[in-house]
């Protein structure tokens, strides 16, 4: 069965710290780029950050440069989103999905990504 999970979410203060894993089961996300996005309530779904398959190429909104960091560990079959300086609108459940074709350099219409995880809820508030 494939599957994508997302963990890692919580409740955090204003300028901390959390990270978030996407892990895969049932096949292999080497073979893809991973998208993370996020939709906060009464929000549309954003895209944040993607990775290419070799996690040689990355990109980030502008929103969250300098403050996350995009990896990926195609051993462990698992992607981690490192968001550092988190702000209360960074507040969202944050999603990883999974691009066949994808290049890394941008975070392409949600159509292309093929399979979704169900979330995982951050929260940054005092």
């Known amino acids: 069965q494939v599957q994508l999970v997302e963990s890692g979410g919580g409740l955090v203060q204003p300028g901390g710290s959390l990270r978030l894993s996407c892990t895969a089961s049932g096949f292999s996300l080497a073979l893809n780029a991973i998208g993370w996005f996020r939709q906060a309530p009464g929000e549309g779904r954003e895209g944040v950050s993607c990775?290419?398959?070799?996690?040689?190429?990355?990109y980030y909104a502008d929103s969250v440069k300098g403050r996350f960091t995009i990896s990926r560990d195609n051993a462990k079959n698992t992607v981690h989103l490192q968001m550092n300086s988190l702000k209360p609108e960074d507040t969202a459940v944050y999603y990883c999905a999974t691009e066949p074709i994808g290049m890394g350099s941008r975070i392409d219409p949600q159509p292309a990504y093929n399979a979704w995880g169900q979330g995982t809820q951050v929260t940054v508030s005092s």
């Open positions: 990775i290419d398959a070799r996690g040689r190429r990355t």
